[in-house]
């Protein structure tokens, strides 16, 4: 089974809207973090946001925070008062305690802002 | 001072030819990976080095070898290079150990085999 799972490839957002990247994922370790990346054109991978599985509230930094729902194995990212610099693509990753040492990324939504 | 970098940046070699591409990183991370991004976009992992020892090797041709020489540095050495080689490799580095951190990227080596 899939660890990650993203079902949007792209997706379309009017400048200075809000838009959620849907992400669920799959793990039977109690113990987990679930982190969000950013890949614009130029190739590096930047890290945004990071939600571990025991946090009681939804991680945010500045514009982005996660919408997390552990009962439904959903970590979504929201991008809020969207920019042209948005443009990217995003990758959803998790990692385990368990096998501490390996992210698993999923396929990515391609996002394009729309100005 | 960039956490972790790799080179070359790009990388245009024939069919047949042996490369390296180099990874350091100044975090004073204790694992290491590297990554293939396909023409698609989904990153792979291929290694996972914890403190110079081999974690993770997943499949991939044997024509791939890691080396570790000490544990800020893994680099990745490809023998007799073909066409479906051609990716964008990523070395990323993080901690174990204290909790679940997030991982750090190199800027990606795009390597083109012709």
């Known amino acids: 089974a899939q660890k990650i799972t993203q079902t949007q490839p792209g997706m379309f957002v009017q400048e200075k809207e809000a838009v959620t990247l849907d992400c669920t994922y799959d793990t039977s370790d109690p113990s987990y973090g679930l982190f969000w990346y950013k890949q614009p054109s130029s190739g590096e991978m930047i890290f945004l946001i990071y939600q571990g599985s025991y946090d009681q509230q939804n991680a945010t930094e500045g514009r982005y925070s996660l919408n997390f729902q552990k009962a439904r194995k959903s970590a979504n990212l929201v991008i809020s008062a969207s920019q042209l610099g948005d443009s990217a693509m995003y990758f959803c990753a998790m990692r385990e305690l368990n096998t501490g040492n390996q992210f698993y990324f999923g396929t990515g939504t391609s996002l394009t802002v729309i100005p | 001072d960039t956490a972790v970098s790799q080179t070359p940046k790009y990388l245009v070699t024939q069919m047949g030819n042996d490369k390296s591409i180099k990874c350091e990183q100044n975090?004073?991370?204790?694992?290491m990976y590297w990554y293939k991004q396909d023409s698609k976009k989904f990153l792979k992992i291929m290694f996972s080095y914890n403190n110079k020892e081999l974690i993770i090797n997943e499949t991939v041709p044997n024509r791939f070898s890691p080396k570790s020489p000490d544990k800020a540095h893994l680099n990745l050495h490809i023998n007799s290079l073909e066409l479906g080689d051609s990716a964008v490799y990523f070395c990323?580095?993080?901690?174990?150990?204290?909790?679940?951190?997030?991982?750090?990227f190199g800027q990606g080596t795009r390597l083109t085999v012709v």
């Open positions: 990323a580095s993080s901690q174990v150990g204290r909790g679940l951190t997030e991982a750090f």
């Open positions: 975090l004073g991370h204790d694992t």
